[in-house]
């Protein structure tokens, strides 16, 4: 079978599955990237995959590079290895090809980087810019940055919120859109509803975020975000870092991990334990640094 047509084949059957468009994007690049290398080398049949093959792949710089120019991280190369592993599994499982040609293939042993919370003191030089603005565009993202930084969710789950998702009684919202696609709630603080409270000013339907007349997209919402930080003079963060500072923020504050899971909505609490190494502020105080 021709390598190609085996490839959209994988593509179709990991949609069956329900795997979420990040992911299947993420396969997609990778799997176009091995494809074309082979190519390039006259390989065009999965029949000719082989354990030395994807070895040569992956010490190539087609692999190890990125389109920026620069060496991809380990972290980037590891998700391309599960990727092409899953490909590969499914040639064999489909029974394309007598023996799974990543076999031999392994993930390479690194620890993930620490997640990059804004410090207190950015966080308040990005409210203090905040609140000079006063066009429609920033009031809305002024509310997107306090609700990440107040309620902890990912930008993503934000965004996909209809104003019937919003319990402003209750304090609460409904995710439907989440990772892992685990719908669940999410608690506020009493500043939060009271903001949003303002926010909404009466609607009744329709989605919270709005740009013009339709809903704020991802893409959208980190570009006018990273505006904003630049504004602030906040270097080397991204929109996922309001989640990273709530997070570090309630563990300093409760020094409970497992309650920062469950706000967090993490399967597992492994996720969570990387904010455990974030504190340096209340290292430095205990030990009269």
């Known amino acids: 079978m021709h390598l190609q047509a085996a490839f959209q084949a994988f593509l179709l059957q990991i949609e069956a599955d329900g795997r979420s468009p990040h992911t299947i994007g993420q396969y997609r690049r990778h799997g176009a990237a091995l494809v074309t290398w082979l190519a390039t080398r006259q390989v065009k049949v999965v029949a000719a995959l082989t354990p030395e093959l994807l070895a040569q792949f992956f010490a190539d710089g087609a692999a190890k590079m990125s389109c920026r120019g620069g060496p991809k991280k380990a972290v980037s190369l590891n998700a391309m290895r599960t990727s092409i592993r899953c490909f590969c599994g499914h040639l064999h499982e489909s029974g394309l090809v007598a023996s799974n040609p990543a076999r031999l293939l392994r993930r390479a042993r690194c620890a993930p980087p620490p997640p990059k919370a804004l410090r207190p003191d950015e966080i308040e030089r990005l409210r203090r810019a905040l609140a000079k603005a006063t066009k429609p565009e920033a009031l809305r993202d002024r509310m997107l940055i306090e609700l ?92 996922h870092s309001l989640r990273h500072s709530f997070a570090a923020d309630l563990l300093a504050r409760t020094g409970d991990l497992r309650l920062v899971q469950a706000a967090l909505n993490h399967a597992s609490i492994v996720s969570t334990t990387i904010y455990t190494a974030v504190d340096r502020a209340r290292l430095r105080d205990v030990l009269g640094a």
């Open 148 to 239: 990440l930084l107040g309620a902890g969710i990912r930008v993503g789950s934000a965004l996909a919120l209809d104003v019937e998702d919003v319990d402003l009684a209750h304090g609460e919202l409904a995710l439907r859109s989440t990772k892992g696609d685990r719908p669940t709630t999410a608690v506020l603080p009493a500043d939060i509803v009271k903001q949003l409270r303002g926010f909404l000013a009466g609607r009744t339907t329709g989605p919270v975020f709005v740009a013009g007349d339709r809903r704020l997209s991802t893409r959208h919402a980190q570009r006018r975000l990273s505006q904003w930080f630049a504004a602030s003079r906040i270097a080397g963060r991204s929109t």
